[in-house]
């Protein structure tokens, strides 16, 4: 099955992003095919640039070992990116820009679309 | 069929009209600051079963049966999220 | 078959950003196989007020919407006792919004086969 699921606020301010990569996991590991889509200020969720104290979970860093280890997708909203001067080059490995166009494939193609309100 | 998540508490504008569109077939699961909901008597009048996040609902200092909700960890939520095709949150 | 998707804003048009991710994520989908439409409830049926200008603040527009609203034909819609009970008596019709009582709002979100808060 292909769920996705979309996150609009920011990593650490609000614990969406945490409650993503839950369900994003356990999802995955029942073999199912599982993409993010960061939009607005979720977008800093894949900069990885973040540094946050080391008692503190790294948002990023656990996203990009569920993108290398578990296959997980996550996509960018490019224009939120450019509107937060998030630059291609700061974006964790795995991580692509795109934008709403890949939004609408995702709702269109998905089995299962979810998204945490702003 | 649809899902319900409620990730806010019952003061929320936009809860409230979630689950109130709620129907038999549906179910709602109450995750993040949505678990407010768990101690709240509007609860009841949900059309829809109703679930908890274990993890939220603990972190914020309750105590498992202290309301009358069933609480599920995110494994429990994939599969609900399986067998709901149509999402509302 | 396409599947229809209703955005919803319940936060207000001036001093946040939904209503305009809202508008520019509905017309953002039109490439795909997907119906969008929008719900404005709450302070967010504030952006149908005539002389509702975020720009008056620097802010963007929600105005600029309209034309693509015409466009597109995407369904707008308002929940009629939050325009009544934000005081908006002068509603733009350039955003051809359709009056809904909140008693309706199940029906409406039954319509869609995903209801998105932003």
Redesign the interface.
């Known amino acids: 099955m292909k769920i996705a699921i979309q996150v609009m606020t920011p990593p650490y301010s609000y614990q969406d992003m945490d409650s993503a990569i839950k369900i994003a996991e356990a999802a995955l590991n029942k073999g199912h095919e599982v993409a993010i889509f960061l939009f607005a200020d979720a977008v800093n969720a894949a900069n990885s640039r973040v540094k946050p104290i080391r008692v503190d979970r790294n948002i990023p860093k656990k996203l990009e070992e569920l993108i290398k280890e578990k296959g997980l997708r996550v996509d960018i909203c490019g224009l939120c990116m450019e509107y937060r001067g998030l630059a291609e080059e700061a974006l964790i490995e795995g991580a692509r820009p795109s934008g709403l166009p890949e939004l609408a494939k995702l709702i269109a193609e998905s089995d299962r679309f979810l998204s945490f309100s702003a | 069929m ?2 319900i ?1 409620i ?2 508490g019952p003061d929320h ?2 809860e409230g ?2 689950l ?4 038999e077939a549906d179910c709602a699961v109450l ?2 600051n949505g678990v407010y909901w768990a101690a709240c008597d509007a609860l009841k009048d949900a059309k829809c079963p109703v679930y908890a ?1 274990k ?2 609902f603990l972190a914020r200092g309750y105590e498992e049966g202290q309301f009358d909700i069933e609480l599920i ?3 429990a ?2 599969e609900l ?2 067998r ?6 | 078959m396409s599947k229809k998707v209703l955005f919803v804003v319940y936060q207000s048009p001036v001093g946040s950003v939904w209503v305009n991710e809202a508008f520019r994520t509905a017309f953002g989908m039109y490439g795909e196989d997907v119906e969008p439409a929008l719900l404005l409830m709450n302070e967010g049926v504030v952006a149908l007020a005539r002389e509702c200008k975020p720009e008056r603040l620097g802010l963007l527009s929600v105005k600029m919407v309209q034309r693509y609203v015409k466009r597109y034909g995407t369904p707008v819609y308002a929940v009629g006792e939050d325009l009544d009970a934000y005081g908006v008596r002068d509603v733009d019709e350039g955003f051809s919004a359709q009056t809904v009582g909140k008693n309706k709002l199940p029906e409406l979100f039954r319509q869609h086969d995903y209801v998105i808060f932003m």
């Open positions: 649809s899902l998540l990730k806010y504008p936009a009209a979630k109130s569109s709620a129907k995750i993040q996040i993890d939220d960890d995110y494994d939520l994939v999220i399986e709901n095709e149509g999402f509302v949150g």
